[in-house]
């Protein structure tokens, strides 16, 4: 994600020995709200399953004010015994729930859908619940899932915001395999990510079509994307023949081609950084809709229109927000979090990329933006704490976790990385970190090992002052470099 400064800018799974303790229990037990307890968000996710796919058919009936039908199919394996299973859900109505093909009991407590087989479900056994509920677009106390754009609707679900569109194991740390299945009126064109898997079928008598998208890469659930509008999908071809598909509002083709024209090079740019492309296809989603902020779901970033329509904004900005995106493709989508607290691996990268491009093609130097970075280092500490400590949501304000020291707070520590232990250990660093977590998920203790093996000694000395500490370290090869003290 990244805040618009246009606006107010399966290991994890593993869940302490209590909570399996209790979904062990044989007795019948009161709906309780679950989570692995993950320190920004202890309720996300749930204990005792670990989820192999996802299968999720929507029905929009062309009025984004109201719930779309919906049928969410979970194929997951039990790691532990289940008499209940705790799903991460809001905002929806649930009509029935089925486990192993059996109707289930089902509860809703805070955030969480609690379902009670008909069987307990032994550790190691397949585990299929299909829930059949409504998605509601719109807004409640919480930020985001659907968003409404002019003429539909899109997704943004960072970070805690999957569950509010449909039932999940709301976690980064769980990532599965998706298929989205759409029915919308036939004047409604319907994406989502991966590729397309059926041919689009219209029912005369109805006046619909049904689309569907399956991705061949796993995903986390808050990079899930599905958008339903009056789009135009242009094609493309990127580095290695790569497919690239846009999805804009279909009047605005002639106006956003020169920006859309621009992604196969910004392709080939980050995989001359880093190495190939992660994903199946990539390709930017325009959204008529005030979000304030731009999205990385993965294979189909997701655009604020005005980004490319405002003539204020310098063509070299723009492109380094959409690199911005991009470089998420690699950095956050490919390799996950582990936790919510090693945001900063998504956020620092994301934002190093940008600036490296926005120095090589507009010659905006990233030593005078660390610079700058590292005068305000110590006072977007104290706001927000350090980058691999960051603290908590605001009350009601999940995406308040993407404060300024995720962004250049962090890309400042890949800055002083670099400083420390040079430029060919540092790009050495980058492509073995892509490399060897893709499609997977990875902590900042995994980041700190594999520079330490890329410097040839012991860096975690230097990461723990410059992850954890509450004052910035002096920047290597700038001992001049000095950071402002925190307003009180």
Not at 308 to 321: A, G, H, K
Not at 334 to 346: M, Q, Y
Not at 358 to 386: F, H, I, N, V
């Amino acid at each position: 994600m990244l805040l618009s400064s246009r606006s107010p800018r399966t290991a994890a799974l593993l869940a302490a020995g209590a909570s399996l303790a209790l979904l062990a229990a044989a007795a019948p037990r009161p709906a309780v709200p679950l989570g692995i307890g993950d320190r920004l968000f202890p309720h996300l996710g749930n204990p005792g399953y670990d989820v192999q796919s996802y299968d999720i058919a929507f029905t929009y009936k062309g009025d984004n004010r109201k719930p779309l039908d919906a049928v969410t199919r979970i194929d997951a394996l039990a790691t532990s015994r289940l008499d209940q299973v705790n799903l991460d859900f809001s905002h929806g109505t649930v009509r029935s729930v089925d486990v192993n093909g059996a109707r289930a009991d089902f509860a809703l407590s805070d955030e969480d859908l609690i379902v009670t087989p008909a069987r307990p479900v032994a550790a190691g056994q397949p585990l299929r619940i299909t829930v059949r509920h409504t998605s509601n677009p719109v807004p409640g106390k919480e930020e985001v899932g659907w968003v409404r754009t002019k003429d539909g609707l899109a997704m943004a679900n960072q970070a805690d915001a999957a569950h509010r569109v449909f039932p999940c194991n709301d976690h980064p740390a769980d990532k599965a395999y998706f298929t989205f299945r759409v029915t919308a009126p036939k004047e409604y064109t319907a994406v989502a990510n991966g590729l397309p898997v059926a041919t689009r079928a219209t029912t005369r008598q109805e006046g619909t079509t049904n689309w569907a998208y399956r991705t061949v890469h796993p995903m986390a659930t808050e990079l899930a994307q599905v958008s339903i509008g009056h789009s135009a999908v242009l094609h493309q071809e990127g580095p290695h023949g790569l497919p690239v598909r846009d999805v804009v509002p279909a009047g605005d083709v002639k106006a956003l081609r020169p920006w859309l024209d621009k992604t196969p090079a910004h392709l080939a740019w980050m995989e001359k950084k880093v190495g190939r492309y992660p994903f199946e296809n990539y390709g930017v989603l325009v959204a008529q809709a005030t979000t304030g902020f731009e999205l990385e779901t993965q294979t189909l970033s997701l655009f604020e229109r005005e980004l490319f329509l405002r003539p204020e904004y310098p063509q070299w900005y723009v492109e380094s927000i959409m690199v911005h995106e991009l470089a998420h493709q690699w950095f956050g989508d490919s390799v996950s979090p582990r936790t919510w607290s090693d945001l900063w691996l998504n956020e620092g990268h994301a934002t190093w990329y940008e600036a490296q491009y926005a120095e090589e093609k507009a010659k905006q130097p990233l030593e005078t933006r660390m610079r700058d970075a590292y005068r305000d280092s110590d006072a977007w500490r104290a706001a927000g704490g350090p980058p691999a400590a960051p603290k908590g949501p605001a009350p009601g304000e999940k995406i308040s976790i993407f404060r300024p020291v995720v962004y250049d707070g962090s890309a400042l520590v890949l800055y002083a990385l670099r400083q420390e232990i040079g430029k060919d250990a540092f790009e050495r660093l980058e492509r073995q970190w892509v490399r060897t977590h893709r499609d997977s998920t990875a902590t900042t203790a995994d980041f700190v090992a594999l520079a330490s093996r890329n410097a040839g000694r012991d860096l975690s000395g230097f990461f723990q002052a410059w992850l954890y500490g509450k004052k910035t370290p002096p920047m290597p090869g700038h001992p001049d470099w000095v950071s402002r003290k925190p307003l009180k």
